[in-house]
C-alpha cells in the first residue's frame, strides 16, 4: 500500500464522506471551502471550490469518467460541480461556480450519484432526497426510517431501484418510479448499518454495521432479497489468523505476537472486481470484497465468506495514518484502486494506492493434490496387497465308472406308463402365424445407450411417491446404472426396489440395530450394508443370505461409511479413530453337507489411527476409477487428506467448520457423464450451523459457501448432481434447496415435505430425482417417494414417515424427519 498524498484539515468529524474518483479526490477547507487534488500529478495547484456558506457535511463524485461531477452538501446548499468546467473558468481567470440542486435540507450526512449521474440521493436526518442534478428540483423526499439514514446508493442495472440504511437497523429498497417502499429489511442488528454496496456481476447487495457484522442478500426482479450469507469480521480475521499460524508452524516459522483486540466497524465496502493479476492478466474474482475498517483494509472472498487478507495500517510504518474514521474507496487508473481514509485521532487525510500485485500475496496454503494418481503404487503400499490364490478343493472322486452316465442325452423321455392314454389321434396344424417380432432382434433402447444431459434444468415438480409403514428410512442409494435403489431403514432390514418403485421390493434382513449406510459394487454384483449393531455385511446380488459378515466385536464403535474402494478391490470404512482397509473375496458357493461354512474370505490390508481424541465422522473416497486419495473428516472439526499410497496423511485442514462435519461427497459424477478432469477434485462437506462448503482438492481451499438452508441441529447432508452443475441440501425448514454450483444463491426451493430432509443425492443416470423424508412420531407411517437419486442417513430409532419424492428432469433424494414432544408417542 502505498501513500501518494497527505492533507490535512480543519477538524476530525466521524464517518465523514470524502470523495475520490479515478482522478480526482478532494478535502474541505475552512469547514466551508473545498480542495480538489489530482491522482495523477500530485504537484498540481489544487482546484479551490467556494459557494458554501455552511459547513460541509458530505461530498462525493460521480459515476461517469467525462465530465467529472462532484457533489458537495451543507445545511444550506447542496451543489453540483463540474470539474473540468469549473477548471477551465479558474484558468481564465474566473471563480468557480456549481449549480445548486438543493436548499436548506438540513445536515446531510451522506450523497450517492445514480450510474448516468442525472440524480442525486441526500440522506438527510430520517429522510431520503431524491434531486436532480442538472437543476435546482426535488423528484421524491423518501421517509420510513425510524432512525437517521446513514447511507444510501442507487443500484446498478436498474436506474429505478434505491438501496437507503439507517441507524434504526434496517434497510429499505425504494422503488424511484412511485417513491414507495418495495421491501423492507427486518432488525439485522443491535448496531446500526452505516454502509452498503451493490454488486452488479451476481446482482447482490452487501450491507455493514458498526460491530463488524456483513450481510449478503440477492436481489430478484420482484424486488425481494433473500439473505445468501452473514460475515462477522472479528470472527472471519481469527479463522484467517489461526490459518495463518498454521502455515507458518508448517514452515517452521514463529508465530506472530499476540495482538489486541478492536471492534471492526464496517465503514465502507465495495467491489474488488476492478482488480486486474499482472501475471495472468485475468480479473480478480467478481466476488472479493474491499472492507475499510478502523484498523485497516480486509479483502473478504463472499462466495466463501473467508478473509483473504488483510492490510493493517501497523503493518505499513510509512504511512502517516494509524487508525482510520473513515474510507473512500475508488478504482483508480493502472488497474489499481484508490482509497481517501481520514484519521481517527488527528485531523489528517491521506490518499493511499494498492498495487494488484499486493493482493497476489493471499491465502498461503499447502501444497495442492488432485484425485488422479500420478504415478503407479509404490512397492511397499497397501494398494498393492492381494489375496492367496488357492485352488478349488473338489472331494476325491472314488470309482470312476460309478458316476459316469447310462446314457448319452442329459434327459430320458418317460416310458409314459405313469401318464393318462391318449384319447386323440394325430391332427395337422394349419394357418399357422409367423411371429415376426421374434425374427427381429430386440433392440435395447435402456439406460445403457443414454448419456446424462449436461444441459438438462434442475429439479422442481414432484413425480412418485411410495409409502413403507412402520419403517423408517436410514440410508439409500442408487445402482450405477440408475435402475435399482437401497433403502436402510431403521428396524435393520435393507429393501432393494426397482427405481420405478414398482412391484414388491426384495428383503435383506440380519442386522441387530439400524442400518447406517449402504453402498453398490461398481460391477453390480453385491453391496455392503452397515449398522449401529457395529458389524458389515456383503451382500451377493440376488441372494437374500450374506457373503460374509464383519462382526463379532471386530470393531468398538458403529461402522461409519463404508464402501468400496479401488475399483472394488477393498472394502474401505471407519470405525472411531481407525480407519480399515480390507481385502474380501466374494463366493456364493455352498457345499452341501457344509451348508453354512462360508467360503468368502475378507482380509485386514491395513489399518490406520487417527491421533486418540479424534473420530473420524466422515470419509469418502473414490471407486469409479483408481485413485490414492481418501478424504476423512474428525471430530476435532478437521479435514485431512489422507494418501493411501503412502499410508499418510498427505495434508490437513484445521476448522473447516464451526463443527465437526458429518457429510462429505465428493464430485464422482457417473458412467452416464463425463466432466472436465480438474471437476472430480471439488468436495462438499455440510456441518450444522455452518452450511455447505465446496472445495478445491487442488489448492485446499474452500471456493464456495452454501447458507440458503437451515441447518441448526440435524445432519442434513448435501449432494453434487452427475452433470456437475447443481448442488442440492437438505434442510430443516421442510425443504429440499437446489443451488447451482457457481452461485452461492439457491435456484429452487423444493417444498410439500412435512418434516426436516436429512439427505439428498442424485440419479446418476436420468436426469432425475429422488428424495426421502423422515418424521418421527409412534403410530405414523413412513412414506417413500423416489426418483432416481437417493442418499439418505438418519441416527435416531423411532417410527418414522420417510417420503422419496421423485422430480423431473433431475432426480434427487431427500430425507427427512421430526420428533413429537409429546410424552405419549
Request: proline share 5%; charged share 20%; net charge neutral.
Amino acid at each position: 500500500m502505498i501513500e501518494k498524498l497527505s492533507l490535512t484539515c480543519d477538524r476530525v468529524r466521524s464517518h465523514w464522506q470524502l470523495p475520490c474518483c479515478h482522478s480526482y479526490c478532494g478535502v474541505p477547507v475552512r469547514g466551508k471551502d473545498m480542495l480538489i487534488y489530482s491522482h495523477v500529478d500530485t504537484e498540481q495547484k489544487p482546484l479551490l471550490l467556494t459557494g458554501h456558506h455552511g459547513e460541509i457535511g458530505a461530498m462525493t463524485f460521480g459515476k461517469g469518467s467525462s465530465p467529472v461531477f462532484l457533489c458537495s452538501a451543507s445545511a444550506d446548499y447542496i451543489i453540483v460541480w463540474e470539474i473540468e468546467l469549473c477548471q477551465m473558468r479558474v484558468k481564465e481567470g474566473h471563480v468557480a461556480a456549481g449549480i445548486v440542486i438543493g436548499t436548506l435540507l438540513d445536515e446531510v450526512v451522506h450523497l450517492s450519484f445514480c450510474y448516468s449521474d442525472e440524480r442525486v440521493a441526500a440522506c438527510s436526518g430520517r429522510s431520503v432526497f431524491i434531486l436532480s442534478s442538472k437543476r435546482q428540483e426535488v423528484i421524491f423526499t423518501l421517509e420510513g426510517h425510524l432512525g437517521p439514514s446513514t447511507s444510501a446508493e442507487f443500484c446498478p442495472w436498474n436506474k429505478d431501484v434505491l438501496i437507503s440504511t439507517s441507524e434504526d437497523r434496517t434497510f429499505k429498497v425504494w422503488d424511484l418510479k412511485t417513491g414507495a417502499v418495495s421491501y423492507q429489511s427486518f432488525v439485522l442488528s443491535a448496531f446500526p448499518l452505516i454502509s452498503a454496496c451493490f454488486l452488479e456481476e451476481t446482482r447482490q447487495l452487501i450491507t455493514g454495521s458498526t460491530d463488524g457484522q456483513v450481510w449478503c442478500f440477492s436481489l430478484h426482479d420482484d424486488h425481494k432479497f433473500h439473505l445468501v450469507s452473514k460475515m462477522d469480521l472479528e470472527k472471519m480475521e481469527k479463522r484467517h489468523q489461526l490459518h495463518q499460524e498454521t502455515v507458518s508452524h508448517q514452515a517452521g516459522e514463529e508465530p506472530s505476537e499476540d495482538t489486541v483486540e478492536t471492534t471492526k466497524p464496517v465503514l465502507k465496502i465495495a467491489s474488488c472486481s476492478s482488480f486486474t493479476d499482472t501475471n495472468n492478466e485475468q480479473k480478480k474474482d467478481s466476488s472479493w470484497l474491499c472492507i475499510g475498517s478502523f484498523d485497516g483494509l480486509y479483502v473478504v472472498d463472499l462466495a466463501t465468506s473467508e478473509l483473504l487478507t488483510a492490510l493493517y495500517f501497523k503493518d505499513f510504518p510509512h504511512l502517516s495514518i494509524t487508525m482510520a474514521n473513515s474510507w473512500t474507496i475508488s478504482p483508480a487508473r493502472d488497474n489499481s484502486m484508490a482509497f481517501l481514509v481520514t484519521s481517527l485521532f488527528t485531523p489528517s487525510v491521506v490518499l493511499l494506492e494498492l498495487d494488484p500485485c499486493d493482493l497476489g500475496k493471499i491465502w498461503a496454503c499447502c501444497k495442492g493434490f488432485s484425485v488422479f494418481p500420478s504415478s503407479p503404487p509404490l512397492p511397499e503400499s497397501p494398494l498393492n496387497a492381494r489375496l492367496k490364490e488357492t485352488e478349488p478343493s473338489h472331494p476325491e472322486k472314488k470309482g470312476g465308472t460309478k458316476d459316469q452316465p447310462l446314457v448319452f442325452h442329459s434327459k430320458v423321455k418317460s416310458s409314459g406308463y405313469t401318464s393318462t392314454p391318449r384319447r386323440t389321434m394325430f391332427s395337422s396344424k394349419t394357418n399357422i402365424q409367423k411371429n415376426r417380432s421374434s425374427s427381429k432382434p430386440n433392440k435395447n433402447t435402456g439406460l445403457l445407450f443414454r448419456d446424462y444431459p449436461a444441459d438438462s434444468e434442475a429439479p422442481t415438480t414432484p413425480h412418485a411417491h411410495l409409502s413403507v409403514a412402520n419403517k423408517p428410512v436410514y440410508c439409500l442409494q442408487y445402482s450405477g446404472d440408475g435402475k435399482q435403489i437401497l433403502c436402510g431403514l431403521g428396524d435393520s432390514s435393507v429393501l432393494l426396489y426397482k427405481s420405478s418403485l414398482t412391484g414388491n421390493p426384495a428383503v435383506y434382513t440380519g442386522h441387530d440395530k439400524p442400518v447406517s449406510s449402504v453402498s453398490w459394487s461398481l460391477n453390480r454384483q453385491c453391496w455392503l450394508s452397515a449398522s449401529e449393531d457395529q458389524s458389515l455385511r456383503i451382500w451377493a446380488h440376488g441372494s437374500t443370505d450374506p457373503a460374509f459378515i464383519m462382526g463379532n466385536s471386530l470393531f468398538s464403535k458403529p461402522i461409519r461409511d463404508a464402501q468400496f474402494y479401488y475399483l472394488d478391490k477393498f472394502l474401505l470404512f471407519a470405525s472411531g479413530p481407525s480407519l480399515y482397509l480390507y481385502l474380501y473375496d466374494v463366493d456364493t458357493t455352498h457345499d452341501d453337507i457344509k451348508r453354512y461354512h462360508q467360503r468368502s474370505v475378507v482380509k485386514l490390508a491395513k489399518r490406520f489411527t487417527t491421533p486418540s481424541p479424534t473420530y473420524i465422522t466422515a470419509l469418502s473416497a473414490v471407486n469409479d476409477f483408481l485413485s490414492h486419495i481418501v478424504l476423512l473428516c474428525g471430530s476435532d472439526r478437521s479435514i485431512r487428506v489422507f494418501d493411501m499410497n503412502k499410508s499418510t496423511v498427505a495434508s490437513q485442514l484445521l476448522d473447516a467448520h464451526c463443527r465437526a462435519v458429518h457429510c462429505i461427497t465428493q464430485n464422482k459424477g457417473s458412467m452416464f457423464s463425463t466432466q472436465a478432469p480438474d471437476s472430480y477434485n471439488l468436495f462438499l462437506t455440510s456441518a450444522v450451523k455452518d452450511g455447505v462448503k465446496i472445495w478445491d482438492l487442488r489448492t485446499l481451499r474452500c471456493v464456495r459457501r452454501y447458507e440458503n438452508h437451515l441447518n441448526r441441529c440435524h445432519p442434513c447432508s448435501a449432494a453434487i448432481s452427475p452433470c456437475g452443475r447443481f448442488i442440492a441440501s437438505g434442510s430443516e425448514d421442510n425443504a429440499a434447496y437446489v443451488y447451482d454450483i457457481r452461485s452461492s444463491s439457491y435456484l429452487h426451493k423444493l417444498q410439500k415435505h412435512s418434516d426436516t430432509v436429512l439427505s439428498v443425492t442424485f440419479n446418476p443416470a436420468t436426469p432425475e430425482r429422488a428424495k426421502s423424508l423422515s418424521s418421527y412420531c409412534s403410530g405414523q407411517t413412513a412414506n417413500t417417494e423416489v426418483d432416481s437419486a437417493v442418499c439418505s442417513r438418519m441416527s435416531h430409532e423411532s417410527e418414522t414417515q420417510t417420503e422419496l419424492r421423485q422430480h423431473l428432469p433431475n432426480q434427487l433424494a431427500c430425507v427427512q424427519h421430526s420428533w413429537n414432544c409429546n410424552e405419549d408417542c
